[in-house]
């Protein structure tokens, strides 16, 4: 989609407006050249319906997985955008562990965290002025220099903020004055909900278009591009893209920040023309969809690579080897030695036996529930799996 950039492609024969307003009083358009419909009927397909559904996210036992993995995911890329600085396998540690966060950087990552598996459960509920600032509130609970600015819009002596290219120091875009921002909240608000414009707009442009409209409005001293972003993902579920839980946008956008400045630039200068942060959102989608295919396509090869070697694992017996089999498809199973000498038609003694064997190598965790042993997979399984000697 390279060829679209900096390119007008369309005329306004045929375009739609939407109740946003410029800074200067013109409201925001778009049209709907190729290759956008295409674009939009491919995402129908492939995340809002059940065609190329990938196996693994439909297996309740793989899905908690790929959930949770998406979820770490968009929580460090969507800080790294707006400047936190860590590693991402010390950020993976720090939630997986559930350890308190050492800095700001990591208390940005942590309320992403948060705020993604809260909006899952929040995508069944309008939106309204007081959801928008729970989701700012839990953006950027304990980050923010004022700390009662979380959860508020900008007042009045605080009008003057502008958004800065910090490598230049240029400003690229002034947001509305505070005094028209809960009018224009509202009205965020009630196009989110579909309550306006009367014409038909595709749910995943109303999504992108709320992501704009947030982003330009800028309503809040600092967490504008995390909200936006999550009021993507809201709006995405709500209008039952559920393949989004999986999918994480952030990655593709932190890769090239200039052509995301671009897109907002070029649509903000060009007569109010969204057609460019259309295209532009439009072609991270496509991509953070490949990527979500593509990652799982590893996963799987690894795992039957993984199930291969071990046919050959001189360490492990051939029962063992099974288990283990099962468990890497299977990552929230429980196995108990009543299970595993009924699996096998064994005594008791060599099921025990095999089990506290596999603990001891650290591939399963062993915790005792009132007189009998239940034992699951570990975490990094696989990586546990390619050190067996």
């Given at each position: ?21 410029s800074t200067s009083n013109k409201n925001f358009w778009f ?245 460019y942060f259309i295209l532009y959102h439009l072609d991270v ?105």
């Amino acid at each position: 989609m390279e060829w679209w950039w900096g390119i007008k492609l369309h005329r306004r024969t045929g375009s739609k407006s939407i109740p946003l307003h410029s800074t200067s009083n013109k409201n925001f358009w778009f049209g709907l050249p190729d290759p956008i419909p295409a674009i939009l009927h491919e995402i129908d397909l492939r995340a809002g319906g059940t065609i190329q559904v990938p196996r693994q996210i439909t297996n309740p036992d793989m899905k908690d997985r790929y959930y949770v993995g998406s979820l770490i995911e968009e929580a460090i890329t969507s800080s790294q955008i707006e400047g936190a600085v860590t590693t991402r396998q010390v950020a993976k540690d720090m939630i997986r562990s559930g350890r308190k966060p050492s800095d700001r950087s990591e208390r940005m990552i942590l309320n992403n965290f948060i705020t993604m598996r809260r909006i899952g459960e929040l995508k069944d509920r309008p939106l309204t002025g007081d959801l928008v600032f729970e989701i700012h509130r839990l953006i950027t609970e304990d980050t923010l220099e004022n700390p009662i600015a979380a959860g508020r819009m900008r007042l009045n002596d605080e009008s003057e903020k502008v958004v800065v290219d910090d490598m230049y120091g240029e400003v690229y875009h002034t947001p509305p004055s505070a005094a028209e921002l809960p009018a224009r909240l509202k009205a965020m608000c009630d196009f989110a909900n579909g309550k306006t414009p009367a014409v038909f707009v595709h749910p995943v442009l109303r999504s992108i278009i709320l992501h704009f409209w947030l982003a330009y409005d800028h309503p809040f001293l600092d967490g504008n591009g995390r909200t936006a972003r999550a009021l993507f993902y809201w709006s995405m579920l709500r209008h039952n893209y559920w393949l989004f839980e999986f999918i994480s946008i952030s990655p593709i956008i932190l890769k090239a920040p200039s052509r995301y400045q671009l897109a907002f630039l070029h649509t903000e200068t060009d007569d109010c023309d969204l057609t460019y942060f259309i295209l532009y959102h439009l072609d991270v989608i496509q991509k953070a969809i490949r990527h979500l295919h593509a990652y799982i396509k590893r996963k799987t090869e690894q795992v039957q690579q993984l199930e291969a070697s071990l046919r050959g694992a001189a360490a492990l017996n051939h029962r063992q080897r099974a288990l283990i089999s099962h468990a890497l498809r299977h990552p929230r199973q429980t196995y108990t030695i009543e299970s595993h000498r009924l699996s096998h038609n064994i005594v008791y003694e060599t099921a025990r036996k095999d089990l506290h064997e596999l603990a001891e190598r650290n591939l399963l965790n062993a915790v005792k529930v009132g007189k009998e042993w239940h034992f699951t997979p570990t975490d990094n399984l696989e990586g546990r799996l390619s050190q067996l000697s």
